[in-house]
């Protein structure tokens, strides 16, 4: 399988409960590397702009709110399959059908907070992660 990058957003639910250290075990133990990471505050017109594709649904600004409520983590992982496995190791969007172990099982609050956010595909990855980062932040 092909090395990948995929961008990995530890929203404000887990930051405020300082749940940085144990999301990043999480990746780290499924091989993923993380080759970029910073911590930023969102506006919620940034927020905005990286959910645009979200705009039309009725949630879409509680999670621009909520997005922009605290700091996030952003990140890129690297690894062998990456895009599948951090979802994977994410689990499902509902916490209530993530699978024993994953993150949102063990920490998300609710379908809203919910902990991540990981890419979902190869050209949704180099857009998320073109957001945030320029090529010399990220150190593979
Ligand atoms: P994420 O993987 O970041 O992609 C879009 C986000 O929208 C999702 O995680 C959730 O945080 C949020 N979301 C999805 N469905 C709902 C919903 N039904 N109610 C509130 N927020 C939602």
């Given at each position: 399988?092909?090395?990948?990058?995929?961008?990995?957003?530890?929203?404000?639910?887990?930051?405020?409960?300082?749940?940085?250290?144990?999301?990043?075990?999480k990746f780290e133990e499924a091989?993923?590397?993380?080759?970029a990471q910073k911590r930023i505050?969102?506006?919620?017109?940034?927020?905005?702009?990286?959910?645009?594709?979200?705009?039309?649904?009725?949630?879409?600004?509680?999670?621009?709110?909520?997005?922009?409520?605290?700091?996030?983590?952003?990140?890129?992982?690297?690894?062998?399959?990456?895009?599948?496995?951090?979802?994977?190791?994410?689990?499902?969007?509902?916490?209530?059908?993530?699978?024993?172990?994953?993150?949102?099982?063990?920490?998300?609050?609710?379908?809203?907070?919910?902990?991540?956010?990981?890419?979902?595909?190869?050209?949704?990855?180099?857009?998320?992660?073109?957001?945030?980062?320029?090529?010399?932040?990220?150190?593979?």
């Open positions: 399988m092909a090395i990948e990058r995929t961008l990995s957003i530890i929203k404000p639910d887990a930051t405020k409960r300082n749940l940085t250290g144990k999301i990043n075990a091989g993923l590397t993380i080759v505050q969102l506006s919620k017109a940034q927020a905005g702009t990286f959910y645009a594709v979200h705009k039309e649904r009725p949630f879409y600004d509680e999670l621009c709110e909520f997005m922009a409520s605290a700091p996030v983590v952003v990140q890129v992982l690297e690894g062998e399959g990456a895009i599948a496995k951090n979802r994977e190791v994410m689990g499902a969007t509902n916490p209530a059908d993530a699978e024993p172990g994953t993150i949102r099982a063990e920490f998300a609050e609710s379908v809203g907070e919910n902990s991540v956010h990981g890419s979902d595909a190869p050209e949704t990855a180099a857009e998320e992660i073109a957001f945030f980062f320029a090529g010399l932040e990220i150190v593979g």
